[in-house]
């Protein structure tokens, strides 16, 4: 039997979405949604970290903001890192493979006239890629 990893969700965002560039020019956006599950006194909200590159990362960043209703389609990954102070870390995320309008607010508009500034340049040894 083949496995398969595959993650569909329907989400708000919780903040905004958090753009940076690798040190090889990459786009990567940092975001987390909140999925609500179940209904009346059994209803619950997980809260979903996510991660999209390239341009899935740049239509996300420019397109969503917090409270957004946001669709995405991606894998289940987790990562290893070493904190500063020695301690080891796993992290359990969706890399996002493409994202999709879903009703809600009302996109965030481009904003036309505001200058371009690049995001924070990152570390490329903390990516998993």
Known sequence: MAA???????????RDPEMRVTQNANEVVSFCIAVENG????????????????????FIEKYFCKGNMIAVQGILDTRE?????????TVTEVTVD????????????????EPYVPPE???D?????
Do not use: M
Request: proline fraction near 5%.
């Open 39 to 58: 209904y009346g006194d059994s209803k619950r909200t997980a809260f979903i970290n996510c991660v999209a590159w390239r341009k899935t990362a740049v």
């Open 125 to 129: 040894e903390d990516l998993r890629f």
């Open 4 to 14: 398969n990893n595959s993650v569909n969700l329907i989400g708000r965002l919780v």
């Open 81 to 89: 890192y070493t904190e500063k102070n020695g301690y080891k870390r």
């Open 98 to 113: 493409s994202a999709s309008f879903c009703g809600g607010q009302t996109p965030k508009p481009p904003a036309d006239n």
């Open 121 to 123: 340049i990152v570390d």
